[in-house]
């Protein structure tokens, strides 16, 4: 694993704390050309909350790194829909049976 992607996983991870609620599922991430990849899945509806929250978390995540863009994806995909994202890394995933 090289350096950007352990940076990102972790910066992900901290930028997370405190933030996740009932409504977020998973988030995924990849580097690809000096772009960074953010995909937020939501359960229902995407609240205020989370119109407001999720960009600054993007821009916490951006902030680790000088020369690199962000790319954020903010998703509705309801329970009990699968998710498939083989290109990125799983980085936060809500328990679901």
Same mark, same amino acid.
């Given at each position: 694993?090289?350096?950007?992607? =352990?940076?990102?996983?972790?910066? &992900?991870?901290?930028?997370? =704390?405190?933030?996740?609620?009932?409504?977020?599922?998973? @988030?995924? &991430?990849?580097?690809?050309?000096?772009?960074?990849?953010?995909?937020? +899945?939501?359960?229902?509806?995407?609240?205020?909350?989370? $119109?407001?929250?999720? #960009?600054?978390?993007?821009?916490? +995540?951006? $902030?680790?790194? $000088?020369?690199? $863009?962000?790319?954020?994806?903010?998703?509705?995909?309801?329970? #009990?829909?699968?998710?498939?994202?083989?290109?990125?890394?799983? @980085?936060?995933?809500?328990?679901?049976?």
């Amino acid at each position: 694993m090289n350096e950007d992607l =352990l940076t990102l996983r972790l910066a &992900v991870q901290n930028a997370l =704390l405190g933030y996740t609620t009932h409504e977020l599922r998973a @988030v995924y &991430v990849k580097i690809s050309n000096k772009i960074i990849y953010l995909t937020m +899945i939501f359960d229902g509806e995407i609240s205020e909350y989370w $119109s407001e929250i999720a #960009p600054e978390i993007g821009t916490e +995540i951006i $902030s680790h790194f $000088s020369n690199h $863009s962000i790319h954020e994806n903010f998703m509705r995909k309801d329970y #009990p829909e699968k998710l498939n994202f083989p290109d990125f890394i799983c @980085v936060y995933k809500r328990y679901e049976k």
